[in-house]
């Protein structure tokens, strides 16, 4: 049933009055009366008994007066819900990242974009090492924060460098090394270490420690484990120290102190990825507002 011959009916049906019901209709009295005729011969029944001075509901009428409205009600109501859906997916973004939850990178970045555009839906996903692109491409996540190493081969994501993060180490606090402004590849060659597992993100893990074996850190000395909570527990109990990025910082662990590393050969390069020909509105603002306020190593 057409929608707009069933607001012709109940027009006339609230009205009785053909001239009165044309005119809330912005149609001609000829037109009311030819919607109303084709719409008795679609269903087979007469809606309106009428004569030169009245118009009056059937019984059948009375009764498509009530569903039709009904129907009406719940069509106005879908189609609002999937403007709402529309709107929802156009001015929605899911963020992912690398790091501890607390990314003293990501979050200011977030928390200021979505105090500029409060309008869209931002939802963050914490991610590990290597998972990023996959996700970019199945549409999981619409722009990734991810490791250069992770972005070789990806022909089909544009990216752009945001900034090096050069690393730092997480020490104990009753460490005797705590006391130390600036780490040396002297001053640690002889500590226990912990680090992320190569098994996690491989491609883009390996190109870390490679670079942490040139910037004088013997990773072969190291223990691996699968998760950086597991790292920061060790770091806590005093039984190892851990090489990480600088703005994984855990300010909350009070036991724990990060001394910077004098070698810039050990570093981590932070790109911002997502999908070619991704023209998502609320994508494009979140590229140009981080490219303008992302940190710049």
């Not at 009785?16 to 029944?45: D, P, W, Y």
């Not at 090394?177 to 491609?203: N, T």
Request: aromatic content about 10%; some cysteine.
């Amino acid at each position: 049933m057409d929608i707009h011959r069933m607001k012709c009916f109940l027009c006339l049906a609230e009205e009785l009055h053909f001239t009165r019901a044309a005119r809330k209709q912005c149609m001609a009295q000829s037109t009311m009366s030819h919607q109303i005729h084709n719409m008795e011969e679609e269903l087979g029944v007469q809606l309106f008994q009428r004569n030169n001075k009245t118009v009056v509901l059937t019984q059948a009428g009375e009764f498509l007066k009530g569903e039709f409205i009904r129907l009406l009600e719940e069509y106005d109501a879908v189609v609002s819900e999937a403007k709402r859906i529309d709107l929802q997916a156009v001015n929605s973004l899911t963020i992912g990242y690398h790091g501890p939850f607390n990314w003293m990178v990501s979050h200011p970045l977030f928390g200021n974009f979505k105090a500029g555009y409060p309008e869209i839906e931002l939802s963050l996903s914490l991610e590990n090492w290597g998972d990023i692109p996959s996700k970019l491409q199945s549409g999981e996540i619409g722009v990734g924060f991810i490791e250069g190493a992770e972005l070789e081969e990806q022909r089909n994501l544009n990216s752009r460098f945001l900034y090096r993060d050069y690393i730092c180490f997480a020490v104990p606090g009753t460490h005797p090394l705590a006391s130390k402004k600036v780490l040396r590849a002297e001053d640690i060659k002889d500590e226990p270490m912990v680090m992320v597992d190569l098994s996690i993100g491989r491609k883009s893990i390996n190109a870390i420690h490679q670079r942490l074996i040139k910037g004088g850190i013997n990773i072969l000395k190291g223990k691996l484990l699968n998760k950086f909570e597991n790292c920061m527990a060790m770091v806590s109990a005093g039984t190892a120290i851990s090489p990480m990025p600088q703005s994984f910082k855990q300010n909350f662990w009070s036991d724990i102190v990060y001394i910077d590393y004098e070698n810039t050969e050990a570093y981590v390069d932070i790109y911002m990825a997502w999908i070619r020909g991704n023209n998502s509105p609320a994508l494009q603002k979140f590229v140009q507002f981080a490219s303008e306020t992302a940190p710049r190593g």
